[in-house]
């Protein structure tokens, strides 16, 4: 899932280069727009199954679905705290 959301974001990346020097490009703006919606659903999927991997997909409030991985069970908090990074086996 990494591997494709790596991919898909080189893809925007790429298109946004590229739409800064041709904005008005109708073909180049359906693709990014394609892309984009793809990155926000691998996203939001990798978010769902592992951790949020960025700032874009924290949240304000929220309850992780696994109890075991929150570690302010209930209360309101920045779920950027919950469950282990990467290193600590996240991904595992």
């Not at 080189?10 to 892309?35: K, S």
């Not at 997909?57 to 929150?70: D, P």
């Not at 570690?71 to 290193?87: A, E, I, N």
């Amino acid at each position: 899932m990494l591997n494709e959301l790596d991919a898909v974001s080189f893809c925007v990346n790429d298109l946004t280069l590229y739409l800064d020097t041709h904005p008005t490009d109708v073909q180049a703006l359906d693709l990014f727009g394609e892309y984009l919606g793809k990155r926000k659903a691998l996203m939001e999927a990798f978010e769902s199954k592992f951790e949020p991997l960025t700032i874009d997909c924290v949240k304000a409030e929220g309850i992780h679905e696994a109890k075991s991985e929150c570690s302010y069970d209930g209360q309101r908090h920045f779920t950027w705290v919950d469950g282990r990074t990467p290193w600590e086996g996240g991904l595992e």
